[in-house]
C-alpha cells in the first residue's frame, strides 16, 4: 500500500461568518529568502464560527526543488546544513454568505478559483 505525503493545518473560525472554502499552502524554504517548493491546497470543508477542523492536504509526491542533479563537493560536507523552515500560508478564505477574505498578496487568482468552485457545488 502506498501512502502519499500529506500536510495537516488545524484551523479555528473566530470570524461571525460560517468557512465554506479556502486555498491554502504549504512552503519549504531553504533559507529565510530561497524558497525551495509550495504546495496549493483547496479545501471546501465547513467551519462553523467558533469551532476548529483539521484539514489535510495530499501530494501525489514530494515536489523536487531543483530538477537538475547538484554536485556536492567535500569541503561542503563538513559545514553544517541550517534546517528547511517550513509554514503554512492561507491565501483566501470564502465565507458562506458568499463573501472572500484574502489574506495576502497572492489571493486574487486564488479568491477566483474559489469562486467557481462555489459555482460548481451549486
Not at 473560525?13 to 533559507?31: A, C, D, E, S
Not at 465547513?46 to 484539514?55: A, F, S
Not at 458562506?96 to 468552485?117: M, P, Q, V, Y
Amino acid at each position: 500500500m502506498s501512502v502519499n505525503p500529506a500536510v495537516s493545518l488545524k484551523i479555528k473560525n473566530q470570524t461571525i461568518r460560517k468557512i465554506v472554502g479556502m486555498i491554502w499552502y504549504f512552503v519549504l524554504h531553504k533559507t529565510v529568502n530561497e524558497e525551495y517548493f509550495r504546495v496549493r491546497f483547496v479545501s471546501t470543508s465547513t467551519i462553523e464560527t467558533g469551532k476548529t477542523r483539521t484539514l489535510l492536504g495530499e501530494m501525489e509526491k514530494i515536489p523536487s526543488p531543483n530538477p537538475q542533479t547538484r554536485v556536492v563537493n567535500v569541503d561542503e560536507l563538513g559545514k553544517p546544513i541550517p534546517p528547511a523552515q517550513e509554514r503554512i500560508v492561507i491565501s483566501c478564505i470564502m465565507f458562506a454568505d458568499g463573501g472572500f477574505s484574502s489574506l495576502n498578496e497572492f489571493t486574487k487568482e486564488d479568491c477566483e478559483s474559489l469562486k467557481s468552485i462555489e459555482k460548481i457545488k451549486k
